[in-house]
């Protein structure tokens, strides 16, 4: 069946501008993950979805990141006023019910800042 | 302190060595713990489970020390394709956050 899914896989934007990144998880799967990865470093947890309510979000690294998922299935990342130093790949993953499960992960949308 | 620590290595090994990971996490109320693989500008998938009672898959094995909060992971007969990223993983605060170490790199040589 189908993975998870991340749009665009590529971004290149100018800083001081908005971006969205979207995630299509596996369909049925009712959690889901936002992780970014910085070049040569380790993932970084930015937020948990449990339906469409996140518990956490203290992994988001400033007001300047939000997420939101509707419908229990699809998730946006949106990044407002990008700085530089947001460049990285932002890489999202799904579990079937929660953080014992594996989570599956998607090919991630690699973000350039210039 | 980091929340998860891992050896960053790089491990160099020829093939048919055995090869041990280690890492440990500072938070004592970790729920479930996870090795994940990463090859070189892929997403990471995972490779076991980690259990208290120790599980072994093939070649591999994973053990926690709860007590010493001290998770492991052990290659044995290595092969060129175990070359990647090990990635040790934990869950925290009742779940709602996983936690990845920055990772170990393995380099298998002919």
């Known amino acids: 069946g189908a993975g998870v899914s991340q749009s665009p896989s590529n971004k290149v934007t100018e800083k001081g501008k908005d971006v969205e990144l979207r995630c299509d998880p596996i369909s049925g799967h009712t959690a889901l993950y936002w992780y970014r990865q910085s070049l040569g470093q380790g993932l970084e947890f930015l937020i948990y979805?449990?339906?469409?309510?996140?518990?956490?979000k203290s992994g988001l690294p400033s007001d300047r990141f939000s997420a939101e998922r509707t419908g229990g299935s699809v998730s946006t990342l949106t990044i407002q006023r990008t700085q530089q130093e947001d460049s990285a790949v932002y890489l999202c993953?799904?579990?079937?019910?929660?953080?014992?499960?594996?989570?599956?992960f998607g090919p991630g949308t690699r973000l350039t800042v210039l | 302190r980091k929340e998860v620590e891992q050896d960053p290595g790089p491990f160099n090994v020829p093939e048919g060595a055995t090869v041990a990971f280690n890492c440990t996490y500072s938070n004592s109320a970790s729920q479930s713990f996870f090795w994940y693989r990463q090859d070189c500008r892929k997403e990471p998938k995972l490779l076991m489970s980690v259990y208290s009672s120790g599980n072994e898959d093939g070649r591999f094995t994973a053990q926690l020390n709860r007590a010493s909060q001290y998770i492991s992971l052990l290659i044995r007969d290595s092969k060129l394709s175990d070359s990647a990223t090990y990635l040790c993983v934990v869950n925290v605060n009742g779940g709602f956050k996983t936690i990845f170490g920055a990772g170990t790199r393995l380099f298998v040589k002919a």
């Open positions: 993953a799904s579990s079937l019910n929660g953080a014992t499960d594996t989570q599956y």
């Open positions: 979805f449990q339906g469409n309510s996140a518990p956490d």
